[in-house]
């Protein structure tokens, strides 16, 4: 008797590499569904005027923020990279955070249990913000991580009010999920 077609029975080395691999691949189909809301590079350097007013430098703020938010979020990590290119054990310790942080907060889909009790979304949270705070505190380059992001964000929002919206449009469902429209119209 031939037993062609047949599935083995799922073992324990081959049960564990395929929550990896499932693990990876959820992890992948993510990272590619976050970048294909990246707008193209070109549009972000184009209708660059000085707004009239405060009220409309916040409108092209808001409306830049909701529409260019992947890319201006490439543009800060680009820019805490490039600093932490001089403190190499900075910057391994920052991918390794980064892991950390996918793997327990950004990518999880099922509830964390440690010892068969569960852990909610913002003790994860808040014990990741303290491990990640006080590693950077002990690797020396809190300050050039601290630099670094308030840099990028002061780029993206010179770039935010100088960006005319004229041509942008957002779909609706963005706009309500960032709060430029009301739900209740």
Do not use: C
Not at 1 to 12: A, D, R
Not at 137 to 146: E, H, Q, S
């Amino acid at each position: 008797m031939t037993n062609y077609g047949t599935i083995p029975p799922p073992t324990s080395s081959s049960s564990t590499s395929g929550k990896a691999i499932e693990y990876l691949s959820r992890a992948k189909h993510q990272f590619k569904e976050n970048l294909a809301t990246t707008r193209p590079w070109k549009s972000l350097l184009q209708s660059i005027s000085l707004p009239s007013s405060l009220h409309d430098a916040t409108d092209r703020l808001k409306l830049n923020l909701t529409y260019f938010r992947t890319n201006y979020a490439i543009i800060i990590l680009v820019i805490l990279f490039f600093s932490l290119l001089w403190h190499p054990i900075s910057l391994i310790v920052l991918a390794a955070l980064t892991v950390l942080w996918l793997y327990f907060y950004f990518l999880r889909d099922e509830p964390l249990m440690i010892f068969h009790r569960l852990i909610d979304d913002r003790t994860v949270l808040i014990v990741l913000s303290i491990l990640t705070f006080v590693v950077l505190l002990f690797t020396g380059a809190f300050w050039n991580v601290i630099s670094a992001v308030l840099i990028g964000i002061a780029v993206v929002i010179l770039h935010g009010v100088v960006r005319k919206t004229d041509d942008l449009f957002l779909d609706e469902e963005a706009a309500e999920t960032t709060g430029l429209m009301s739900s209740s119209s």
